[in-house]
């Protein structure tokens, strides 16, 4: 197939990579001129602007969009939805408020544009792993789309299915390659924005876990009560056949090896707008979410003292998708 993509950072770039491996054509347009040249050397087709970007792609067309969630990403599907005609696409890719897609759905769909979005999980990990994909919006469409969801999913890889699921009537077969229609416009930013809220929280356990072993020496324990651990050889042992494992922890094992003390974080953990979603949604819908909310109360702790928890989520986050921390300690947002 032949899909746009606007913005070409982390993510939206190795999206572009993946595709064109996949033998898919791309249309890239991002404000940096040079990410376009280079994107544009490795295969894609630049653009010098959405205008330009739109007219380069057959109809009915499909735009993928993955720019910072918020004003940039307004600004550019308001722009698009000038451009495009009845029966095209807009995708936003980034990390929206599901709410937002809602409206966005509604005033789309006013000039027969249809608009899905799609939380996409992989970091910069992604173009070797893939992206898992929850998709919301018309049905139709994400079946025209499949190609190019396929493409970026993971796919099956080593991982069996659930036991169980074989032959059982009403199972998507997507869900086992890593993507999935999830519902209606809305519901894909929403099951992401969950997804991020557990991790937050998973995140967490594994931060606290290690920092109480770190201290298992401290001098205020009692003298036969005090463990030197390896923090490094203990993640990679839990590697292996433990319940907690997880691709979160291979990551966490990765850091400690690299730097066993995790010197170089200071410990300032973001917080990039999801974890605060599921909260402010469980308090909507009465629903309990006390790991959850504290995971997200602990990140703002860590912009006024850091321990060796906020190091390790630091971390992580660095790992997987390639946050770094803020220069001079960062600020609540």
């Given amino acids: 197939m032949k899909i746009g ?24 347009y991002a404000r940096s001129a040079d990410s376009v040249k280079k994107m544009a050397a490795e295969g894609a087709q630049g653009a010098a602007g959405l205008k330009e970007l739109v007219q380069a792609l057959p109809a009915p067309r499909a735009v993928w969009v993955m720019v910072p ?59 070797e792993r893939g992206y898992c994909l929850m998709i919301g919006g018309e049905r139709a469409a994400v079946e025209r789309l499949d190609p190019i969801f ?7 890889g080593d991982i069996p299915p659930t036991p169980g699921r074989a032959g059982r009537p009403g199972l998507s077969r997507t869900a086992e390659e890593g993507y999935l229609h999830c519902g209606p416009a809305g519901a894909g930013h929403f099951v992401k924005m969950i997804h991020n809220g557990i991790e937050y929280g ?7 876990g290690f920092d109480i072993m770190k201290n298992a020496a401290s001098a205020a324990l009692p003298e036969g009560q005090r463990f030197e651990l390896n923090l490094g050889e203990i993640a990679e042992l839990w590697r292996r056949g433990s319940v907690v494992a997880s691709w ?19 410990g300032v953990v ?64």
């Fill in 202 to 208: 998973a995140m967490q356990a594994y931060a606290e």
């Fill in 150 to 156: 396929r493409t970026l999913a993971p796919g099956r």
């Fill in 270 to 333: 973001q917080d990039s707008g999801e974890g605060r979603w599921t909260v402010q949604t469980a308090l909507e819908e009465a629903v309990p979410a006390d790991v959850l909310s504290a995971a997200l109360y602990a990140r703002f702790r860590s912009r006024q003292s850091h321990t060796f928890a906020e190091k390790m989520l630091s971390a992580m986050r660095m790992k997987f998708g390639g946050h770094v921390e803020p220069p001079g300690g960062g600020k609540p947002r």
């Fill in 5 to 28: 993509m606007v913005g070409l950072g982390r993510m939206g770039g190795n999206m572009v990579r993946r595709l064109l491996k996949g033998g898919h054509a791309c249309v890239v």
């Fill in 69 to 127: 969630a918020g004003p940039a990403t307004e600004e550019t599907i308001q722009q698009l939805a000038e451009l495009l005609a009845p029966g095209d696409v807009v995708i936003d890719g980034g990390n929206t408020f599901f709410k937002d897609d809602v409206r966005r759905a509604a005033a789309l769909r006013a000039r027969q544009i249809v608009y899905l979005d799609v939380g996409t999980s992989g970091g910069v990990w992604g173009l």
């Fill in 248 to 266: 979160l922890l291979d990551l966490s094992a990765q850091a400690l090896v690299e730097s066993p003390g995790l010197a170089e974080y200071e």
